[in-house]
Antibody
């Protein structure tokens, strides 16, 4: 059974960089069976997709972050990570790491539905 | 971006009765080459991460009880919960994976009447 665990600081100062790591167990980040992704949920609000990355390094990001977000995969550590720079209070949220089931779209395998979720970690942006 | 709109925002249903949640997309999520709707449903119980219920609009994920069913195609979709149980109290979200940015509905809060 695949398990995901988020880790990282729970408090980040405005204008600094939010950095989170997701550690994968029960599966491999070098597998072609999954994309790996991040989703966030501001307190009391709905879900926002941040981005997804494949083991090849192909990635997709939500333009709503205006280029501030970066997702990467470290297959040697079986982890993937999220960095969001220049954070503001609007970035305060529970951040979930997820496995993303690939789907066929034309000649590509693109990210699909979010199959496994970590427990989530609350990141608060405040001075 | 594809906008996903759920209705109602909240719903109270008696135990044992049927709950129906609707989801409408601002453009089709039906991919014609494979005739599949790129739509998923999730359940989020209080204090927990969301859980995948349904994908391809109507395929239940492993272990999801068969009282949950999904229907619809194109732009209009429905999640139906038959014989409502107390454990079904949650917020339900639809999500499209047809095109990026992937987007969710605003959520429907289901409670017991």
């Amino acid at each position: 059974q695949l398990h995901l665990q988020e880790s990282g600081p729970g408090l980040v100062k405005p204008s600094e960089t939010l950095s989170l790591i997701c550690t994968v167990s029960g599966g491999s980040t070098s597998s072609s069976n999954y994309y790996w992704g991040w989703i966030r949920q501001p307190p009391g609000k709905g879900l926002e997709w941040i981005g997804s990355i494949y083991y090849t390094g192909r990635s997709y990001h939500n333009p709503s972050l205006k280029g501030r977000g970066t997702i990467s995969v470290d297959t040697s550590k079986n982890q993937f990570s999220l960095k969001v720079n220049s954070v503001t209070a609007a970035d305060t949220a529970v951040y979930y790491c997820v496995t993303v089931h690939p789907v066929d779209t034309g000649m590509l395998r693109t990210p699909g539905y979010f199959q496994n979720w970590g427990q989530g970690t609350l990141v608060t942006v405040s001075s | 971006d594809i906008v996903m709109t759920q209705s109602p925002d909240s719903l109270a249903v008696s135990l044992g009765e049927r709950a129906t949640i609707n989801c409408k997309s601002s453009q089709t999520v039906l991919y014609s080459p494979n005739n599949k709707d790129y739509l998923a449903w999730y359940q989020q119980k209080p204090g927990q991460p969301p859980k995948l219920l349904m994908y391809w609009a109507s395929t239940r994920d492993f272990g999801v009880p068969d009282r949950f069913s999904g229907s619809g195609s194109g732009t209009d979709f429905t999640l139906t919960i038959n014989s409502l149980q107390a454990e079904d109290v949650a917020v339900y979200y639809c999500q499209q994976y047809y095109s990026t940015p992937f987007t969710f509905g605003q959520g429907t809060r289901l409670t017991i009447k």
